[in-house]
């Protein structure tokens, strides 16, 4: 199970990587090739919907998960990562305006927050957005960012009713979290 690879003056061998490694240049190394692990990949919804949102944050109900590679673990809605890196956090928060009567504008959205071990606190520029006015129906918003976090670390998905007064609920299977390991 190993492989020859050119170091820029002779052959030497590469011994086999772990499971489901894969390989990558890296010109620090005196090869110039490491195995390093593949990215990971943790999806979890909201499956029941119909959780409001009001102008107190909130957390988005994590009911069902996607895929969960071994790193990660969704429960209580929230995800815990199991490894030191630097991770994507995408999250989407879909709703529905439920008191129609037209003419009350607000604005709504989600913000990601992580607990290193002191408590949950907000990711800086993780704030998204969106404007409504009671006539809308169905929309929602999300982002994507980058956190460096280690094992143990947790994340979440709050969302909050930022001005208005209209009444807001979460649409069931379309709100969600993914989170995946850059390196």
Known sequence: GSIIVHNGTTNVRLAVGSDNDILMADSSDAEGIVWTPRASLCEA???????????????????????????YSVASDQVTINDDGVFSIEFYVAYEITNTSGGVRGSAGGFVEVNTGGGFSEVSNSRSYTYHRETAGEMGTGKTVWITASSGDIVRIRMQR??????????????????????
């Open 45 to 71: 919804f909201d499956s029941a919907g119909n959780t409001s949102i009001t102008g107190t944050a909130a957390t988005l109900p994590l009911g069902s998960s996607g895929i969960v590679d071994s790193i």
């Open 162 to 183: 930022w001005t208005g007064t209209t009444n807001i609920d979460t649409i069931a299977n379309q709100s969600y979290i993914r989170v995946q390991k850059l390196r």
